[in-house]
């Protein structure tokens, strides 16, 4: 498997197999081959686009937009498995566009609750982590934010915060320990919630 | 900080090369060096409202056009902005006393669902330095509150953020209240944030959607003065 920080920086190449290509935020990778492989879904090939775009949403359409008109031809079919992720509905636009298909959702903190059970959560205060995110956290929080140079600007970025939320994928002690400590580094209390992989198991049944 | 700048006085640098060392500083985010830049020029004389534009705002939308080109990024723009907040801090009383322009009123908050704040912040406090009052209304605001504050303010403009796609339809749940309650049009509405589009703007009927601090400023001014002037003809 790609390391973590491959799928953060470069993502994943298609391994040119199966009739259906998944394109992907690179943060989803180990979750979906997880779901795939575990399901015997061969007919999907997966491809994986930076995770750090998450940090940059405005890159993201032009960049799902480019794989999908570079692989459209070498395939049955196309599915984007990134919510909205911040780009105020484009992604789905652009989608709509090219005639493809994409998971439904703000975010994956959201799908991979359940759409529908987040919405119903009242948690504005809190801060998600992912099993992806937790190991990742100095790559996608810390360092991003400045935080190991500039220790001061924690407090005016999550003052406003009540609680880290660790959305586990799976039960892995090790991660619950490393989100706990994620949690105490933001000065946050800490949470632990086992989601599994939410509707994603439900998209890709129907990808 | 290199060896090189260490060496610099900031008191003995002329107006110009002070104000040219007060750019860089803000943009490397050192807050006591702004601070003491903005006590050097005001002991030199020069009014509150020239500190704070040339001085301050200069530097800040040299900030804000290299965070718009990625070449900072937010933690970067989160240091600039806390050093000029050190500057504003000593130039607010001042401002007040010596009767500095008054652009206008303007009531900003991010919305219900919405904890994100820095841009928010970063645009109220561009717009204080270009003259506006701002009453901020902090995170999580429903409905009620931006009406009470727009109201209990007699504000011109209402300011409303958002980072979320979750969060960014209530923009629309406020103005439609403000056009059922009949006060829309006693109001300018801007509104901004990461996820949103011009096209978004014109569909919740706000006034205008600002891409950053910077064209807030600018089209405040300009809807302000419009305002002001169909008043004075009507
Ligand atoms: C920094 C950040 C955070 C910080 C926020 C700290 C704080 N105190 O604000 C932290 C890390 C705490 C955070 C938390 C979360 N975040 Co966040 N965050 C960001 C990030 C990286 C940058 C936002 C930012 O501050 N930019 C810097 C400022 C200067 O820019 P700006 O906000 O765009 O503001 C400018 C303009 O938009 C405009 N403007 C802004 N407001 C207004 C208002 C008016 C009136 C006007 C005229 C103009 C204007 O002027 C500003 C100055 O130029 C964005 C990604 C991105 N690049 O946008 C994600 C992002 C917005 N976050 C996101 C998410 C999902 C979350 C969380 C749910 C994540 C989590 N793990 O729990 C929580 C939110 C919880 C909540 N209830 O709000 C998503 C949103 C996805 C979606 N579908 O909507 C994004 C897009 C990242 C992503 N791709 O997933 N986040």
């Known amino acids: ?207 | 900080m290199s060896d090189e700048e260490d060496d610099i006085i900031l008191s003995e640098l002329n107006d110009e090369d002070l104000v040219a060392q007060m750019f860089d500083d803000l943009y490397d985010g050192m807050k006591e060096e702004i601070e003491e830049g903005v006590n050097i020029l005001i002991e030199r004389g020069w009014a509150p409202y020239k500190v704070l534009t040339e001085a301050l705002v200069g530097g800040m939308t040299i900030v804000g056009h290299d965070f718009r080109d990625g070449i900072l990024f937010v933690p970067e723009v989160l240091l600039a902005a806390n050093a000029m907040k050190g500057g504003m801090s000593i130039l607010k009383p001042l401002l007040i006393a010596t009767g500095a322009p008054r652009m206008g009123k303007m009531v900003i908050g991010t919305v219900k669902g919405d904890i994100h704040d820095i841009g928010k912040n970063l645009v109220a406090m561009m717009m204080e330095g270009a003259g506006f009052e701002v009453t901020d209304l902090g995170i999580n605001n429903a409905v009620e509150a931006y009406i009470e504050a727009i109201e209990a303010e007699d504000a011109d403009i209402l300011g409303m953020s958002a980072l979320l796609t979750t969060t960014m339809p209530y923009m629309k749940v406020v103005i439609d209240t403000m056009v059922e309650k009949g006060m829309r049009d006693d109001y300018i509405v801007l509104v901004g944030g990461a996820p949103l589009n011009e096209e978004f703007g014109k569909a919740i009927g706000a006034d205008a959607y600002c891409r950053d601090a910077a064209v807030a400023v600018e089209t405040a001014k300009a809807l302000v003065a419009r305002k002001h002037n169909q008043g004075a003809s009507a």
């Open chain 1, 1 to 207: 498997m790609t390391s973590d920080a491959t799928l953060t920086t470069d993502g994943l190449p298609p391994e040119g197999r199966g009739r259906v290509l998944l394109i992907a935020c690179g943060a989803l990778a180990r979750e979906i081959i997880a779901v795939r492989d575990g399901n015997g879904w061969d007919h999907l090939d997966l491809q994986c686009l930076p995770a750090i775009y998450h940090a940059r949403p405005e890159k993201i359409v032009p960049a799902v937009r480019a794989a999908i008109e570079q692989h459209r031809a070498d395939y049955d079919r196309i599915f984007v498995v990134y919510a909205d992720c911040g780009t105020g509905g484009e992604l789905a636009t652009a989608c709509n566009e090219l005639g493809v298909e994409m998971i439904a959702g703000p975010h994956c903190y959201s799908f991979f609750e359940g759409n529908k059970a987040f919405n119903a959560l009242d948690e504005v205060t809190s801060f998600y982590l992912t099993d992806f995110l937790v190991r990742q956290f100095d790559a996608f929080v810390w360092e991003p934010l400045g935080l190991s140079k500039h220790p001061q600007l924690r407090d005016m970025y999550f003052g406003n915060y009540e609680k880290l939320v660790y959305q586990g994928q799976t039960e892995n002690p090790e991660l619950i320990e490393k989100a706990r400590e994620c949690a105490d580094r933001l000065g946050l209390k800490f949470e632990y919630r086992f989601t599994g992989y939410g509707d994603l198991t439900a998209a890709l049944r129907s990808a």
